[in-house]
Every structure is written in structure tokens, then in C-alpha cells.
């Protein structure tokens, strides 16, 4: 034995001079590096056996240098964001179909883009969250979808719709029941009253908001049964025209207020400013004044009285400053109906945020979550917001007709230019369709930084060691759109790898923020003209490339000045593109823009003028001024 292992470092120590040069460090550090005792084997015989066993691969055999990634990037664990104390939450609730989700986009003046409206039962399904003001006074609005206590076979998700009106009603500091004053009250509107009766309104106030009166005429009329509810004087309103709106959303501050629901102060903007700017107008002498410190408040602004009730005023003023808010990254979950999006939100989230089912079209409306990671201990940088965006599902155009559905597709691709980072969620079970292509190619039309997340891989039977490679690979190539995007293969259902999304969103942002200096892009530009000059066409008419630098970021948008932009065809932009990818690192989840700019007009007659006519003694002048 002992003979063995000489004669091997003799062989080791003699291989330079025999010529082996080419994998001597390689076979030195294969020999002479330490052996994990999990990975030898030794069996006592004859000879020494040393064999190596390979490490046991987990069950969906994917590469572990990901998880080396994933603790590099989620030091901090991340957790649900707290919302401010300061702004409390009024949830608006009541039987379907009786506009409740208008109220909202008249209140948070969201009539474009808000929730979405229709003449149709069951429209909103999820709870879906609204900023709002009034008086100086920032809020919370949480659109519910229609209550209904009795379930059968035509209420399609009663129980799912009023377990997340129970939700919002819990987290509420106030609740505004909307009722339809054209219909009258109900047998159902009789049934919310008395559930909330019982359980909300020794806690939070309530107040009764009869929709649907758009004429003054007949509005105490049609409102004055609705004070059978039992909850208090019902308001007159209209959320088509506005009407009524104010004193509504005043008596629910005076109830905040009377119940304490919220923090301490809440509502009384407006009473302080009035207050202020009464004393500094009053001519009766305030508290510690005398005739001589009013004449010279009121003439001169003068006196130590003066300048309290100035300062005080100031101070009024001052609280009605809009409220800085925390910097957020969007980040749209996109994709096709029933792919797992909802339950990618939900595992995300920790909680039944959104409503999930084995039918397609489950979500109308898009569903948020904001979850937080802090900054690490010590540091004074912020902490780091992801709002997480769950649209619906967008079927092909020819299959959406308008309605519902229509403005459903509309949100979800306004989703989509909104975000920072766009998750095109796949069925790893399904592969890709020409949908998933249509969305990947929208995404990336908007400039939106793309990571691919390919769900339900827990699913996906017959896996080996070989199945990964194959699945990139195929994604690779059936999706050009975004070649340059990260995949991801998790399962929203077990929860396995989803932590990993937030890594991946991480280095998009990065990416599709990145500036690179001009003169590093040219060196790549010249590298790229060299290795391949651009196409010269049939008349002999070629590109010719002068320089480039970048212009914007987000995304990272490059500028290449030529001498014709029609010259340099899709190829080559495509080659172009490539090869800053293979050259700068960085640029691994975000679409590059590239803009080819031709001279201008000035200056090619100046360069033509500029020298003059051959034979004129080179008296040329610039164009088109010739005094220039």
C-alpha cells in the first residue's frame, strides 16, 4: 500500500518533464484535495477500493448553486407589511349588485382604472384596497364583493366571497352598508343589518349609505324605509353623480371619532385650521390678551399672542402636506386563466388573500399584497417593499368580448406597465402555448423586466436528473420573446422554491435600473462591428456604426448613431443585442431598448459644404447658415 501511493507523487512529480502539461494542476487537485468522508467509500481486501458515490439529488433533481443565491439575497426574512395606524380602514359592504364598487372609485376617484363596474351580479369577488382622502384625512377603502348568507347553487363562491368580507370587516375602523334605494330594502339588506347589529356595532361604527339616488325628489322617500335597518339615520347618495357623498363620509368620521376606532386626532384637520384661523381673525381678545394685543394682532400682526396664533395656523396648514409614502416594487403576476396565479399570491402571502378554484376566470378584479423586507441590523437604509399585483387570466383577444371579462383584460395588461417586474407565470404540466408567447412579447414591448415562473413542478412525473436542463432548454426556445429572462420551477400548491421568487425580483430590478458608462458600450460596440460588420444590401449600400451610449434606464435604453437606420436590419439589432448580453453582466432580466438615430439633415450638408467645391480654395460655409 504504502508502495502504491510513492509510486503515484512519483508520477505526479514527473509529468512536466514528460510533456503532460495540459491537466497536471487539474489531476493534482483531483488527487491531492480532500475527500468528504460522506462521498468515501473504503472496503478492506486485497488492494485499496476507493470509490466515489454520487451525493443523492433532491426529488426534483434541480442545481444546488440556487440555494447558495437564495441565502446570499434573503438575509432578512420577509413578512407581510403593517399598515400606518395612521390611515384607518372603512369597509364598504352589502348585498350584490348594489354599487358598492362605484362608491369606492367615487370616493378614491379611480373612475378609470379602478375596480371594475358592471350591471352584473358577482362582478368583485375579491377584497381589493383603495387609497382615498377627504378633509385633509388619508384613508383606506376595502371594496367586498356582494354578501349573501343563504348559499345555493346560483350563488357561486358565497362562502369564499363572505369569508373575505369578514376579513375586511375585522380589520375595519368603520363599515358603510350600501343599500339600493331604487329596489328598496330587502329581505338580504334585513339580514346584513341584523349580523351587523350583533357583532360590528358596539365596536366600530356603521352607517347606512342608500345608493341610487340620483333625484332629490323622491330621495327621502325612497330612503326613509331604510331606517327599519335599526343602524341609524340612513344617507342619500348617488355614486354616479357624486351626491351625498360628503355628508356621508363626514358622519363616518364623527363616528370614528365617538367610537375611538382610530388613533387619537384622526378628523380633526379641519376643525383645528377652522379653529386657527378664527383666533387669528377674531377681534374679541383671546385668552391672556388685552385691547393693546389685539389692535396689534389684528393691524400689525405683532405681540407674542400674534405670533402663537400664527404659529398655530401654520401648524393647520402644515398637517394638510401630502404623506410621503414608502418607495414600492410592483411586481405584476401575469398569465394565462387557471395557470396557478391566485395560489402563487395566496402561498406568497401566507393567507387566503385571493379566492383560488379548479375554474378558470376565478379572479376579475387585480388583487394585491404587500409584503416587507427589513433592512439589516444597524443600517439606516429603508426597508424594502414588494407589492405583489394578481390580475386574471388573459385568454386570446379573439375569445374576449366586451364586458366584464374586457375590462378584467385591461387591468391585467395596465398590470403590466405598471410593474417593476413582470412574473410570467407558466404550467411547467402544460408547456408553452402561442398565449404564453403573446404575453411574453408584451411584456416585453413594454420594457418591462421579465422573470419567468414556471408553477406546479411538483406535478410534472417522471423526473431525472436530465429533466431540468431539458425544461430551460425548451423554454429557452419556445419563448425568444424573453430569452433573456430567469426561470424559476416552483409549486404555489407545496410552497416549494417560492421564496426564491424574491432573489430573482431583486436582481430584475437591478438589472433594468443598470447604467453602464459610454465608453465601456463602445469598446462592446466596436468588439461586436469587428467580430461582424453590418450587411451590406444588393446595391452596395452598408451601415456604418459611429457610436452609442446609453440614454435612460428602465428600462436600459441605448442610442447607436448611424449613418441610415434603415440599413440595419432585425438580424443584426438581434446580434447586437447578444452580443452586449455575452459582454456586460448585469443585464440577465431586463429588455434592452436600442434606438438607431440617423445623421441629421444639417449635418450632412455641412459636411458636404463645409470644405467647399474641389478647385475653390476650400471657401465652403455651413448650412443652411451661411453667416454661421
Known amino acids: 500500500m504504502i508502495f502504491l501511493i510513492k509510486l503515484e ?45 454520487e451525493e443523492e439529488e433532491e426529488d426534483d433533481y434541480l442545481p444546488e448553486d440556487d440555494e ?23 369597509a364598504i359592504i352589502g348585498r350584490p349588485n348594489v354599487g358598492k364598487s362605484a362608491l369606492v372609485n367615487r370616493i378614491a376617484g379611480t373612475h378609470s382604472g379602478g375596480a371594475i363596474v358592471a350591471d352584473e351580479s358577482g362582478i368583485t369577488r375579491d377584497r381589493t384596497y383603495r387609497d382615498a382622502e377627504f378633509l ?18 346560483d350563488t357561486i363562491f358565497a362562502k369564499e366571497i363572505r369569508e373575505q368580507a369578514m376579513v375586511a370587516i375585522n380589520e375595519a375602523s368603520a363599515c358603510i352598508v350600501v343599500t339600493d334605494g331604487q329596489l328598496g330594502m330587502t329581505a338580504m339588506d334585513l339580514d346584513i343589518a ?48 357624486g351626491v351625498g357623498i360628503a355628508e356621508m363620509l363626514e358622519s363616518v368620521y364623527e363616528g370614528i371619532v365617538d367610537k375611538k376606532s382610530a388613533i387619537t386626532g384622526f378628523g380633526s384637520k379641519v376643525k383645528e385650521l377652522k379653529a386657527a384661523k378664527k383666533n387669528w381673525l377674531s377681534d374679541e381678545p383671546l385668552p391672556g390678551e388685552d385691547d393693546t394685543d389685539v389692535r396689534l394682532r389684528r393691524k ?34 401575469i398569465g394565462r386563466p387557471n395557470v396557478g396565479k391566485s395560489s402563487l399570491l395566496n402561498c406568497i402571502f401566507g393567507d387566503q388573500r385571493a379566492i383560488v378554484s379548479d375554474i378558470a376566470g376565478t379572479t376579475r378584479d387585480s388583487v394585491d399584497a404587500t409584503m416587507e423586507r427589513p433592512s439589516p441590523p444597524g443600517s439606516e437604509s429603508e426597508s424594502t417593499l414588494y407589492r405583489f399585483v394578481d390580475t386574471a387570466g388573459i385568454r386570446r383577444k379573439g375569445k374576449v368580448q366586451y364586458g366584464p371579462e374586457f375590462f378584467m383584460v385591461n387591468r391585467a395588461l395596465r398590470a403590466i406597465r405598471r410593474s417593476d417586474v413582470s412574473l410570467l407565470i407558466m404550467d411547467a404540466t402544460a408547456g408553452v402555448t402561442e398565449q404564453d408567447r403573446n404575453l411574453a412579447q408584451k411584456i416585453s414591448d413594454d420594457g418591462r423586466s421579465c422573470v419567468i415562473v414556471c408553477n406546479k413542478w411538483d406535478a410534472v412525473v ?33 410552497g416549494q422554491r417560492v421564496s ?33 460588420p453590418p450587411p451590406a444590401r444588393r446595391n452596395g449600400a452598408q451601415a ?69 467645391d474641389p478647385g475653390d480654395g476650400g471657401k465652403g460655409v455651413s448650412y443652411p447658415f451661411p453667416h454661421a
Request: proline share 5%.
Open 136 to 153: 385633509g384625512e388619508y384613508f383606506q377603502l376595502v371594496d367586498t364583493g356582494g354578501l349573501v348568507f343563504d348559499d345555493d347553487e
Open 9 to 53: 507523487f512519483l508520477i505526479i512529480a514527473f509529468l512536466p518533464f514528460l510533456g503532460i502539461n495540459a491537466f497536471i494542476c487539474h489531476q493534482q487537485k483531483t488527487l491531492l484535495s480532500p475527500i468528504p468522508s460522506s462521498r468515501l467509500h473504503i472496503s478492506l481486501s486485497d488492494e485499496i477500493d476507493v470509490t466515489f458515490q
Open 300 to 333: 400689525y400682526g405683532l405681540g407674542e399672542s400674534a405670533m402663537k396664533t400664527l404659529n398655530k395656523y401654520q401648524e393647520a396648514m402644515d398637517a394638510f402636506e401630502d404623506v410621503v409614502r414608502p418607495e414600492e416594487i410592483n411586481v405584476a403576476i
Open 194 to 241: 341584523e349580523f351587523l347589529r350583533k357583532e360590528v356595532c358596539n365596536d366600530i361604527p356603521v352607517v347606512v349609505a342608500v345608493n341610487k339616488c340620483e333625484s332629490a325628489m323622491i330621495e327621502h322617500t325612497n330612503v326613509a324605509e331604510f331606517w327599519n335597518l335599526g343602524l341609524g339615520e340612513p344617507f342619500p347618495t348617488s355614486a354616479l353623480h
Open 462 to 494: 417522471g423526473k431525472d436528473s436530465s429533466t431540468y436542463e431539458k425544461s430551460v432548454k425548451y423554454f429557452r426556445d419556445e419563448l425568444p420573446q424573453v430569452r433573456w429572462a430567469p426561470i424559476l420551477f416552483i409549486s404555489a400548491e407545496t
Open 544 to 612: 456604418k456604426i459611429y457610436y452609442c451610449n446609453q440614454v435612460s434606464t428602465r428600462p436600459p435604453t441605448i442610442v447607436v448613431f448611424v449613418n441610415d437606420p434603415k440599413l440595419v436590419n432585425a438580424n443584426y439589432r438581434r446580434y447586437l443585442d447578444r452580443k452586449f448580453r455575452e459582454s456586460l453582466d448585469g443585464f440577465e432580466a431586463t429588455p434592452i431598448r436600442w434606438i438607431f438615430r440617423g445623421r441629421r439633415v444639417r449635418d450632412i450638408m455641412k459636411s458636404k459644404t463645409m470644405n467647399g
Open 500 to 532: 426564491k421568487i424574491y432573489g430573482a425580483v431583486d436582481l430584475a430590478i437591478k438589472a433594468h435600473r443598470r447604467r453602464v458608462t459610454t465608453s465601456t458600450l463602445n469598446e462592446v460596440l466596436r468588439d461586436a462591428i469587428l467580430w461582424q
Open 68 to 90: 447558495e443565491e437564495e441565502e446570499l439575497l434573503n438575509l432578512q426574512p420577509i413578512r407581510r407589511y403593517q399598515r400606518s395606524k395612521k390611515e384607518p380602514l372603512i
